[in-house]
């Protein structure tokens, strides 16, 4: 079983639609990451959470530490949104445990 | 926001030669730089860490003579592929973080393909 567990691991969405995304993760953490990676690779860092909830324009991440989860929220979603999204947590290193990617698809 | 970039964003080469990949942080200093390699539809798979001016730490499996790594300066950091085969065709990407915090940014990526 992987440390970083993220559901679902494909979605198809419709234009507007409002999405989430779970990450679960079963080791003691310093710190979550979002990340999106674009078709042509590159990766964009959305948040870094330890705690609490964090906004950013249609995208929107939480994290419950006593649960160990964490959420990635879009709003109003768009095409342009389609990519890989990654959960990834630092457990006491600097290294990342990466979850194991969510490919969302948003149709216009 | 800080700023990582890859140089070559793409390179084909011989079975045999050896390539060079080169990892910038453009405006902020990076002590510790990450090398991961993606194959198709799967995750980051961490390499090596690259550490300014000591020898990089590597992940079980990966061959540090095979995947040598110069960490020179806080700014640059460099990924050799030696004698390069087809299977080492792949997606090369690194990180850097940004000293004394977890926040890494990552560059666009290489992609290199032996034939």
């Known amino acids: 079983k992987n440390e970083v567990e993220q559901s679902p691991q494909n979605l198809t969405a419709q234009e507007g639609e409002f999405i989430t995304i779970n990450c679960s993760y079963s080791v003691g953490i310093s710190a979550l990451h979002w990340l999106q990676q674009h078709p042509g690779g590159g990766i964009v860092s959305l948040f870094m959470?330890?705690?609490g909830k964090k906004k950013h324009g249609r995208l929107i991440a939480t994290i419950n530490i006593q649960e160990k989860h964490s959420s990635l929220h879009i709003t109003a979603s768009h095409p342009r949104d389609s990519a890989v999204y990654i959960c990834a947590v630092f457990s006491g290193t600097y290294k990342y445990i990466f979850g194991t990617g969510t490919r969302l698809k948003v149709l216009a | 926001g800080a700023v990582v970039s890859q140089h070559p964003s793409w390179v084909i080469c011989k079975s045999g030669t050896s390539v060079k990949i080169e990892c910038r942080s453009l405006?902020?200093?990076?002590?510790?730089m990450f090398w991961y390699r993606q194959f198709p539809k799967q995750s980051l798979m961490l390499m090596a860490t690259?550490?300014?001016?000591?020898?990089?730490?590597?992940e079980q499996g990966v061959e540090k003579d095979k995947f040598l790594i110069n960490h020179a300066s806080l700014t640059l950091s460099t990924l050799t592929v030696t004698s390069a085969h087809p299977e080492d065709s792949s997606f090369y990407i690194c990180?850097?973080?940004?000293?004394?915090?977890?926040?890494?940014?990552f560059g666009p990526g290489t992609r290199l393909t032996v034939t």
């Open positions: 990180s850097a973080r940004l000293r004394d915090t977890y926040e890494q940014y």
């Open positions: 959470l330890s705690s």
């Open positions: 690259s550490n300014e001016g000591s020898k990089a730490t590597y």
């Open positions: 405006d902020f200093q990076a002590t510790t």
